[in-house]
């Protein structure tokens, strides 16, 4: 574990879920042990594995508590386009979900039908 290896103690906080659900208890108590300045390093396995959206805003508090971010994979370079791609699957992702349910063949259609979208306008 890096932070083992770091030499730092930690705890570790795991949501399951969508990555645009503000109402996770890990993320909740992440941000309280921010705000209370309990919080020294701040490791993510990705980015976008702490929130799809809104992540900057968690940046911006832990810049204000002088959180160092440690990000362990940071993913190859993707172009404005390739990101904007994977905001809106997520997105249509989580609302088909809650609106047809999770196991759904007409979500899993849907779903289906904006990847192909999404790389027919990548080609």
């Given at each position: 574990?890096?932070?083992?290896?770091?030499?730092?103690p930690?705890?570790i906080?795991?949501?399951?879920?969508?990555?645009m659900?503000?109402?996770?208890k890990?993320l909740?108590r992440l941000l309280d042990?921010?705000v209370a300045?309990?919080?020294?390093?701040l490791?993510l396995?990705?980015?976008?594995?702490?929130l799809r959206f809104?992540?900057?805003?968690?940046?911006?508090?832990?810049?204000?508590?002088n959180v160092?971010?440690?990000?362990?994979?940071?993913?190859a370079?993707?172009?404005?386009e390739?990101d904007l791609?994977?905001?809106?699957?997520e997105?249509?992702?989580?609302?088909?979900?809650r609106?047809?349910?999770s196991?759904s063949?007409r979500?899993q259609?849907?779903i289906?039908?904006?990847?192909?979208?999404?790389q027919e306008?990548?080609c």
């Open positions: 574990m890096y932070c083992a290896a770091q030499g730092w930690f705890d906080i795991a949501d399951l879920g969508s990555g659900n503000y109402h996770k890990g909740r042990e921010i300045g309990d919080v020294v390093h490791v396995t990705y980015k976008d594995r702490l809104g992540a900057e805003l968690v940046f911006v508090l832990r810049e204000a508590r160092e971010v440690v990000i362990i994979n940071q993913g370079d993707t172009t404005f390739e791609a994977s905001d809106v699957l997105i249509i992702t989580v609302f088909s979900a609106l047809y349910g196991h063949h979500n259609k849907l289906d039908g904006v990847r192909r979208a999404v306008a990548q």
